[in-house]
């Protein structure tokens, strides 16, 4: 078979993301059960049969759709948190902020994603759920990376990992705002992430004179918290 040229590649995913387009506004208002392959082909000006030369079904449409989110995302922050050539506290900026513009690009697509969860093939519904423990562990590991270099307050990494990305998720559900002028998904993505490290990150920064003390006590107390926590990854003395 020889192999497809530029310009069928790009053929292909024009329309695959034509069908995905489709995919957003028919299962969103039928279901994926409701939702005829004819009717996804008469979407995107297709026969029933051209239909097959870019998907192999809906379960196919599915499993695009939870790569584009679910996988690519586990992905990424899998290699953000193996990275050694920026600070923790950049990789963890650039983690929720990719996030966050991926769910931005795409807000129908990302709460198709969330509705139709139960209509997985159970091998998908596997790779999903698998792929969003990866996720969360990947970003509890730059949290705690960024405890270690100092680069962040003491808090709890478990809490701090679902609030991220509880933050990136929720784009799909405000943005854009209807009736009023959006900034694109970089940059609502780039404030978002701004914001949301503002009370995770720490400053490290003292004014001088006596108003000082307070603010030395608290840069004391997070010296103190992440000793505690470079002391928990110290093997343990045998017994």
Known sequence: MAKPTIRSAGRHDLVLEQ???????????????????????DAVGLTRTGIYHYINGKDDLLEQLVRGFTLE?????????ERTDESAADRLHTAVKSMAQRVAEHPKRF?????SEDSFPETLAKQHRAARRETLLAMSSIIDQAKTEGSCRPVDTAHTAFALIGVANWVAFWYPRPGQDSDSP????AELADIALGGVLSSRSVDAGAGAIPGALAL????VARLDHLLADLPQPPT
Not at 25 to 40: K, Y
Not at 73 to 81: F, H, I, P
Not at 111 to 115: G, I
Not at 220 to 223: A, I, P, Q, S, T
């Open 111 to 115: 709460r198709l994603l969330l509705t």
């Open 186 to 189: 970089a940059q609502i993505a």
């Open 19 to 41: 069908l995905l387009d489709a995919a957003e506004t028919l299962f969103a208002r039928q279901g994926v059960a409701g939702t005829s392959l004819q009717e996804l082909a």
């Open 73 to 81: 995302t586990a992905e990424s922050l899998r290699a953000l948190a």
């Open 220 to 223: 004391l107390r997070e010296d």
